[in-house]
């Protein structure tokens, strides 16, 4: 059969669409880039925000129009965060849907599938069980780009105030070295360069050897640093509280380690950090984004932002403009507070106005927006090392990132996809620079 596949989450729903189709394409089925080819749609979900998930219930209605039209099986399957939490829901609003499985049950896809031929019944599985997710996701890495995600841990024990990633992927789970290891390789006899470590909490990565001993995040970096053939490692996301001085010596060491990190701050108010239970203040963020600074000048820093979370005053939201301007951006993602079901801060008093927090975001995303374009332009006229990842908008252009994350574009016949080259910035231009290779 031809399958299709939306992502609509983290780079860990990414992840886990990618590993379906792996398997559906061992099963023998076809991926193709649009509903209208498939006849099994998958809907990989996101319920992190409100918005990503009144998406699906409307992307759902019109799979409903092509299911309709369909001469044989035509399979809608809805897997992910909002599977996890809302399968009465997705019955009762769209009861065309076939299979619906948690993000920790998507290695069952295949066998749904074919259970599914045989029987009339909506198929759920949401067990929440991570371990044996990563047991059965046997396949084999078909597709691979040069950048890739590899999860290493999985789920969150953080419960921020405002979250639903710990009621939708359960208790944190950290997968052992060995396969972690086993994978990487794998990635890398695919054609992989880059590997981007994923984990809700990947610095609290706690996973362990043949020998049963525990290794932290900075000895699994300094483990795959070793790995024949691959050029750059990258993780994410990092809790601030799970900061330590380990993180800053692999950054100082390890030199496929790429001196740019996401590390989340949410807001620069302790007050409000408080109510979201961060478990840290804004003096103690300082304090590691100076200490990782000491360890790698030149690290580059991104983060999230939440605007508009309950009882957030004007101080507190300056005090988070505050925070900006000391810490200095390269770049950042930035959200109005979304109210998500189950969560503690949905019930707290005080919500703040719709118009309030879209004053805030614009006002937060424009500093964020002058500090990345400044960020950018302090390399015109200076040398990036940009590892090459797919074609550009033009003949002979080729767009890759640099060190620290940016997309830098060039044009130029003698470089080739995966290759890593010395580019001359030229321009930069809104979020990404031009360069020329001399
Ligand atoms: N473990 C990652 C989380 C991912 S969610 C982390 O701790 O960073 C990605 C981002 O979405 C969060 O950092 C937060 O900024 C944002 N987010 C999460 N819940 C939200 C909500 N209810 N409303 C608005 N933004 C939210
Ligand atoms: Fe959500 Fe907080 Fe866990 Fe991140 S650390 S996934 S924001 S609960
Ligand atoms: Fe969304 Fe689930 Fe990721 S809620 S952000 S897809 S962990």
Known sequence: MYFFIKSYGCQMNSYDSQRMADLLTEKGHSAVDEPEKADIVIFNTCSIREKADEK???????????KDLHNGDFIIIVTGCVAQTRVQEIMKRAPYVDIILGPQDI??????????LHSENVLVSTSLGAEDKFNRLTAGFHNRKVSEFLTIQEGCDNFCTYCVVPYTRGREFSRNVADIVAEAKKLIAAGVK????????????????????????????????????????????????????????AHR????????????????????????????TAEKYFECIDMLREYRPDIAFSSDFIVGFPGETDEDFQKTLQLVERVKYSQAYSFKYSPRPNTVAAKMDNQIDEKIKSERLSILQDLLNKQQTQFNESFVGKYLSILFEKEGKHKNQL????????????????????????????????????????
């Not at 290695?107 to 599914?116: F, G, L, N, S, T």
């Open 253 to 280: 060491d390890i030199d496929i380690l790429m001196p740019f990190l996401h590390l989340p701050v949410q807001s620069g108010s302790d007050a409000v950090l408080k109510k979201m239970n961060r478990k840290y």
């Open 399 to 438: 767009v890759g990132r640099s060190e620290y994350s940016q997309a830098v574009s060039v044009c130029a016949n003698n470089i080739n996809i995966g290759d890593i080259v010395r580019v001359k910035v030229t321009e930069a231009v809104s979020h990404s620079l031009l360069g020329t290779i001399e």
């Open 194 to 249: 880059e590997i981007i470590l994923l984990g809700q909490n990947v610095n609290s990565y706690n996973g362990t050897d043949e020998n049963g001993q525990r290794h932290n995040l900075s000895d699994l970096l300094f483990t795959l640093a070793e790995l024949d053939g691959l050029k750059r490692l990258h993780y994410t996301t990092s809790h601030p509280k799970d900061i330590n001085e380990s993180i800053g010596r």
């Open 107 to 116: 290695q069952a896809v295949a066998e749904k599938i074919d259970e599914h």
């Open 56 to 66: 699906l219930f409307s992307d759902l209605g019109r799979v409903k129009t092509l």
